[in-house]
C-alpha cells in the first residue's frame, strides 16, 4: 500500500486547485457577449405595439446598427435641459436632461440639397399624422398630386410617411415645414435619404413624444 505524505498531499492538491481555476477562467474567456440585437431589453423597447391605433410590428434589430438605439449618454453641451438637440453629422437626435444626461436616439436626415439647420421649437405635438407634401415636393414628383392639401393629404397608418408620430417645428410663427417624425422604414436610419425631415423608428418617436412638450426648443447643428 502507498502512503502519501502531508508534504506530497498538499502539493498535490495545489496542483489541481491551480488546474480548476485556470480551467474556470479559461471557460470565462471563451463566453461571448450576447449582442445588442439579441439583448431581451432592447427586444422589448423595439417589440411589436398591438395597441396603438394602427398595431406596430417588432423591428429587425438586426438591420438597424446597434449605436443607433435608443440609450441613455453622457451629454456635456450648454443646452438647457428639456432641450432637442439634432447631430446632423453622426445621426442623432439627443434630448437634453440633468446631470450631464440626455436620451439619445439614432435618425435618419434629409438627403444632399435638403438639409436644414438652426434653432427652432416644437410648436405641435399629432399622434398618427396625415401627411401632405408641399408644393414644390408635388412640382419634382407629380405622382404625389393625389396626396395634395387639395385632395385632403394622405391619411394615418402603417404606409404613412410620418409614421407614428409627428412634431412639427417652427421658427416664430413660422412653420418651416421640417417634423421629426416615425417611419417604417427603419432600415434608413443612418442615412441621408429624406426630404429634409429627421427620421425615428416608431418606437423611438411614440417614447420621445411622450418626452416633449409643445415648446421645447430644437437645435439642428450644420
Not at 446597434?66 to 447631430?87: H, S
Not at 435618419?108 to 415636393?137: H, N, Q
Not at 407629380?142 to 409614421?163: A, D, F, I, T, V
Request: hydrophobic share 35%; aromatic share 12%; net charge positive.
Amino acid at each position: 500500500m502507498t502512503y502519501l505524505s502531508r508534504r506530497s498531499f498538499l502539493s498535490g492538491s495545489a496542483c489541481f486547485a491551480s488546474v480548476v481555476v485556470s480551467g474556470c477562467a479559461s471557460d470565462k474567456a471563451h463566453i461571448k457577449p450576447v449582442p445588442y440585437s439579441e439583448d431581451p431589453a432592447y427586444i422589448s423597447m423595439y417589440g411589436a405595439m398591438p395597441t396603438e391605433r394602427f398595431p406596430l410590428p417588432a423591428i429587425n434589430l438586426k438591420k438597424v446598427p446597434e449605436r443607433f438605439y435608443r440609450q441613455q449618454v453622457d451629454y456635456n453641451t450648454p443646452e438647457k435641459v428639456g432641450t432637442l438637440v439634432v447631430d446632423t453629422q453622426n445621426f442623432y437626435l439627443y434630448l437634453v436632461q440633468e446631470n450631464k444626461k440626455a436620451m439619445r436616439y439614432g435618425v435618419g436626415l434629409g438627403r444632399a440639397g435638403f438639409e436644414w439647420s438652426g434653432r427652432a421649437r416644437i410648436a405641435r405635438k399629432t399622434e398618427w399624422p396625415k401627411w401632405t407634401p408641399p408644393e414644390e415636393m408635388i412640382e419634382r414628383e407629380p405622382e404625389l398630386e393625389k396626396w395634395s392639401w387639395r385632395n385632403g393629404g394622405m391619411p394615418p397608418g402603417l404606409e404613412n410617411p410620418l409614421g407614428a408620430r409627428a412634431l412639427y417645428i417652427f421658427q416664430g410663427n413660422r412653420d418651416t415645414l421640417y417634423r421629426l417624425h416615425g417611419t417604417s422604414e427603419y432600415w434608413t436610419i443612418g442615412t441621408a435619404v429624406s426630404s429634409g425631415c429627421v427620421r425615428l423608428m416608431n418606437q423611438d418617436i411614440i417614447d420621445l413624444f411622450g418626452r416633449v412638450p409643445v415648446g421645447s426648443p430644437i437645435v439642428v447643428l450644420s
